[in-house]
């Protein structure tokens, strides 16, 4: 079987980046790696949430609902161009899951951001429950994000519980 006959390059090759939908739903191109995508998605939101992080608190929580209102039509839109429900080039939610997770950090400092990509990731992939109930259970634009909401509140209060530990 050739690789263009598999299923994910093929929906993969409806991609256009030129789609601005298209663009923010693969994480700026993120999620296009042949290797662990999520991953790759994950890493790329750190700069953009860096730069957030100079806003105040309110607006940069605003900023994540909305990425959250917009990621849920991005995400079903781009899912439905390329005919492939939550294809693994679809790293939005990743973006919005790290954000969400980076928010509890209490020192923003490399060792913090690295924790938080750890403690996000396996969450992420592993899907202990809740996470993996809405994985298998939501469906469309929510279904592709939700999870990973979830997955960053979680992690979110890991790394506030650690930071409240380590404080002591």
Not at 71 to 89: E, Q, W
Request: proline share 5%; glycine share 10%.
């Amino acid at each position: 079987m050739s690789i263009l006959a598999s299923g994910k390059d093929v929906a993969k090759s409806r991609l256009k980046m030129s789609n601005p939908w298209h663009l923010l739903a693969t994480g700026f191109g993120s999620g296009l790696s042949p290797y662990v995508p999520g991953t790759m998605g994950s890493i790329a939101s750190i700069p953009f949430w860096w730069l957030m992080t100079w806003l105040p608190k309110d607006i940069y929580s605003l900023l994540v609902m909305f990425g959250i209102c917009i990621g849920v039509y991005l995400c079903h839109r781009t899912a439905k161009d390329m005919g492939v429900h939550d294809h693994g080039s679809i790293v939005w939610d990743e973006f919005i899951g790290m954000w969400i997770t980076l928010m509890a950090i209490p020192v923003n400092n490399w060792q913090w951001v690295l924790a938080g990509f750890v403690v996000f990731r396996i969450l992420d992939m592993w899907k202990p429950w809740p996470i993996r109930w809405f994985d298998r259970n939501v469906h469309g634009g929510m279904g592709i994000m939700v999870d990973d909401i979830v997955a960053g509140i979680f992690s979110a209060g890991v790394l506030y519980y650690a930071g409240l530990y380590l404080a002591r």
